[in-house]
């Protein structure tokens, strides 16, 4: 019988002078499997009060061509994956803001399933 659970993994950065941040969710502990199927991200003040804000999801701690999603309204947006995304050990999300307010609180978060491998 594979356990398989719930999951809701977030964090907050504070956005630098120019209105960018990075946060990292993850990475999967040894054991485990996340099967990811939604993501979202906001900034304070909604989508109003961050015209222009960016985020860019990318799978692993380093922005790479491994660019998994992004929106045009970081201010406030959900993404539902129609496939779920598998990560696994040392697999970890990266999302990364940019145009933001200055000093607003960026979150960046991911749900879905995780189950342990094998």
């Given at each position: 019988?594979?356990?398989?659970?719930?999951?809701?993994?977030?964090?907050?950065?504070?956005?630098?002078?120019?209105?960018?941040?990075?946060?990292?969710?993850?990475?999967?502990?040894?054991?485990?499997?996340?099967?990811?199927?939604?993501?979202?991200?906001?900034?304070?003040?909604?989508?109003?009060?961050?015209?222009?804000?960016?985020?860019r999801v990318y799978r692993g701690a380093e922005v790479t061509s491994r660019l998994i999603d992004g929106t045009v309204r970081a201010g406030l947006d959900i993404s539902e994956l129609s496939t779920p995304l598998t990560l696994q050990p040392p697999d970890s999300l990266l999302f990364v803001f940019s145009g933001g307010t200055a000093g607003a609180v960026a979150t960046a978060a991911a749900s879905g399933h995780t189950r342990r491998q094998g």
């Amino acid at each position: 019988m594979t356990l398989r659970r719930s999951f809701d993994a977030g964090k907050t950065v504070t956005l630098d002078g120019s209105g960018g941040g990075r946060v990292t969710l993850g990475p999967v502990p040894v054991g485990w499997i996340w099967e990811v199927e939604r993501l979202a991200v906001e900034i304070a003040g909604g989508v109003t009060g961050n015209i222009g804000a960016e985020a860019r999801v990318y799978r692993g701690a380093e922005v790479t061509s491994r660019l998994i999603d992004g929106t045009v309204r970081a201010g406030l947006d959900i993404s539902e994956l129609s496939t779920p995304l598998t990560l696994q050990p040392p697999d970890s999300l990266l999302f990364v803001f940019s145009g933001g307010t200055a000093g607003a609180v960026a979150t960046a978060a991911a749900s879905g399933h995780t189950r342990r491998q094998g």
